[in-house]
């Protein structure tokens, strides 16, 4: 049986508590909604940022929502080189011990002092589809994405759960280095 999954790139993007969201915006602000993403409930904002590093900035940096428990910046190695920042390879949510980075909105600026990553390459997986394919949470597979520059991505991490969505995400470097694109698909092999 084939296991294949839709794949999903994840360009540089940030994600901000409320309260941070109010420095930014205004206090009360709410986000609104451009488009939704692949997980249910999840959305990339109209809303935009700065992000200010030791070396340089990016200018609209796209907010996703809704807001979360921490904010958290995550962009590529590329991305970390030209900010000047050393981010680590970690999973969403995982920013003990990482870089800050400032933020500048059209209201104020906020200065994090953690939470700028490289996000871990990943599959979503709503618990049928992993019960079916006999994969468990956190589990470590080795995923094949074919086309011209194909590549086989070992160390992609399976996170599990009943609100999750099937679709696996790779960063922009990820995607640029196998010639992939959002909406290809990659198959599971190991």
Known sequence: MSKT??????????????EHIDALFGQGYQL????????????????TVAVIGPKGQFDKVRILGPARPASQLEISRTDSFA???????????K????????????????????????????????????????????????????GERGLILENVI??????????????????NAAGAKTGDTAEIIE
């Open 83 to 93: 900010i000047g920042v050393k981010a680590p390879v970690r999973e969403s949510g």
């Open 158 to 175: 399976a996170r599990v759960s009943e609100s999750y969505a099937l679709d696996m995400h790779i960063d922009t470097d990820e995607a």
């Open 32 to 47: 609104t909604e451009f488009k939704p993403l692949s997980q249910p409930g999840q959305f990339a904002a109209n809303e």
């Open 95 to 146: 920013i003990e011990g990482t870089p800050g980075i400032t933020v500048k909105g059209p209201a104020g600026e906020v200065e994090l002092e953690q939470g700028v990553i490289v996000a871990a390459r990943h599959i979503h997986f709503h618990t049928s589809d992993a019960a079916n394919w006999g994969i468990k949470d956190q589990q470590l597979l080795k995923v094949r994405l074919g």
């Open 5 to 18: 999954v839709p794949v999903g790139v994840s360009a540089r993007h940030i994600h901000l508590t409320q």
